[in-house]
């Protein structure tokens, strides 16, 4: 199996930046091939809102509300994918969860990975 696991958030001030990361690992497995990642994010009391996804391609989509702020990125060969964040809000505040759908393994098989969460908090 793949375990995803993300790293950077923390406590920053409003404006300020953060990149998250998201790397990929297994005793014996790898992704092979992302066919698509996301990030996702949940604040208190609200529903799991999709941030930003890219495609195998390379292509990136991003919700109305982080565009223009918030970038992301893979990089295939250290099975990672980031979420570069700038000019960060106060309602940027949630944990954020990455989500990796790819081929992975010998024999390669499709699966569907979550990572367990970072928190960021923006605040003064």
């Known amino acids: 199996q793949v375990q995803l696991m993300e790293s950077g958030g923390g406590l920053v001030q409003p404006g300020g930046s953060l990149r998250l990361s998201c790397a990929a690992s297994?005793?014996?497995?790898?992704?092979?091939?992302?066919?698509?990642a996301g990030w996702y994010r949940q604040a208190p009391g609200k529903q799991r809102e999709l941030v930003a996804d890219?495609?195998?391609?390379?292509?990136?989509s991003y919700a109305d509300s982080v565009k223009g702020r918030f970038t992301v990125s893979k990089d295939n060969a250290k099975n990672t994918v980031y979420l570069q964040m700038n000019s960060l809000k106060p309602e940027d505040t949630a944990v954020y969860y990455c989500?990796?759908?790819?081929?992975?393994?010998?024999?390669?098989?499709?699966?569907?990975?979550w990572g367990q969460g970072t928190q960021v908090t923006v605040s003064s």
């Open positions: 890219i495609t195998g391609a390379g292509v990136g």
């Open positions: 297994g005793s014996r497995s790898r992704i092979n091939r992302i066919n698509r």
């Open positions: 989500n990796i759908a790819g081929y992975y393994g010998i024999p390669s098989r499709f699966g569907d990975f």
